[in-house]
């Protein structure tokens, strides 16, 4: 079973960037499409990006295309979320997830589709 903790959350202004961290322990992430969520206040889990597990295949929400970056670096046995020109409405707790095996878009895209999630980072954007 796999246990994920997310790092390197904070508060940041409108514009900055951030880098979060997911790091594995008990498997490989090169093991599992791997996903970033995000929960606001009073808001539903949604979808922030996504990895499939071989291949390098990547998915994005619209709201994040172009200004975040997934990756995964099987070294460290860690997946990263860079996030730049950041906005007010990206604040957020931020989890990440982890689902074994081959997925398709649609399961990497739905919080359902996770087996193993960690307890998140906040972010805090400023306006």
């Known amino acids: 079973q796999v246990q994920l903790v997310e790092s390197g959350g904070g508060l940041a202004q409108a514009g900055d960037s951030l880098r979060l961290r997911c790091a594995a322990s008990g498997g490989t992430v090169s093991s599992y499409g791997m996903g970033w969520f995000r929960q606001a206040p009073g808001k539903e889990r949604e979808f922030v990006a996504a990895l499939r597990r071989s291949g390098g295949m990547t998915y994005y929400a619209p709201s994040v295309k172009g200004r975040f970056t997934i990756s995964r670096d099987n070294a460290e046995n860690t997946v990263s979320l860079q996030m730049n020109s950041l906005k007010f409405e990206d604040t957020a707790l931020y989890y990440c997830?982890?689902?074994?095996?081959?997925?398709?878009?649609?399961?990497?895209?739905?919080?359902?589709?996770?087996?193993?999630w960690g307890q998140g980072t906040q972010v805090t954007v400023s306006s």
């Open positions: 997830a982890a689902v074994p095996g081959f997925a398709i878009a649609s399961t990497l895209m739905n919080p359902d589709g996770y087996t193993y």
